[in-house]
């Protein structure tokens, strides 16, 4: 345990000077900078990082691709702004000792308008595409009546298209969550902390565009003892990238079938979301439904509505 708490310290100063590097957050890819990729992170206000257990936040985490115990897949569906999408898929196989994670996300815009050097709007449109694929492994570190901390890796492989140029780039994400469960609390904690997109850009004509550094760090606390088998979980994340994101969610669980969210996100230079968001879901058997919303400020669109459909054999 003290081996991996001094590296986990040697780490996050690595990667808090990556961030202060002149150019390291210039450029960034839709499918990168994208905070959830399920409507359960979204209806929680984006609070992924500690959702240990849920094959739906292994693209956030890869340490939570160790706290899979059982195959289990799901698929997400966010329409976005101005005829914008993406198509999330996460899947997970579970060994006796080491789970297998894979990650698929498209981003996807209709054609717009551009406008020339010289200011006129040119004849022809254009329109943007990404694709990416990202498998990866998890593994339990330590596990005893108190603590339980799952780690993990994944690498990257992200290809992307801007009308007819296409580029392609390759990067690793890490990152560790777990459980902590204090003496007489009725209730545990559960965080989570991990490391995204070290690698090199994507590269067009002859210029490579820098990777959109990730670094987020996470923690909620799980009430238990409600009637019911109810759980009440207050979530809080802490995102930094090109700008700086504080995510507060809360959550609570009915017996284990029908969970209720809320979530509100505080973003540096946000002009287009409220940062206010909800969701419900619903859960039966093997089977996991979820929905949520996020308000728009500006724009003839006014709700953003996310579905996810997960299943656990």
Known sequence: MKKIILFLFFLVIFCSSLMSTENALISSAPVLIIDTTSAHGTGSGNNNVMQAGDVGFIMQNPGN???????????????????????AGNFAYAFSTVTMGFSFVSFHSGEFDHYLLDGTLAEDKLSLGEMLFMPGVGVTLKNNDKLTLFGGVSAKYLTTRIHTM??????????????????GVKGDIIFGLAFQNLGLGPKFVEERSPLPFKLRLGAGFRFTGFKHSGVLTPLMEYIQDALSKLNTGLEYGYNDLLFIRVGFSLISGETIFSGFATGLGVKFSRIKFDYALKIVKEGDQSLVHVLSLGYSF
């Open 65 to 87: 691709i160790g706290s899979i115990k059982e195959h289990a897949v799901s698929i997400s569906y966010l329409p976005w702004l101005y005829e914008t999408s993406y198509l």
């Open 166 to 183: 296409r580029s392609s780039s390759f990067a690793f994400d890490m990152g560790f969550n777990g459980v902590y469960r204090p003496e």
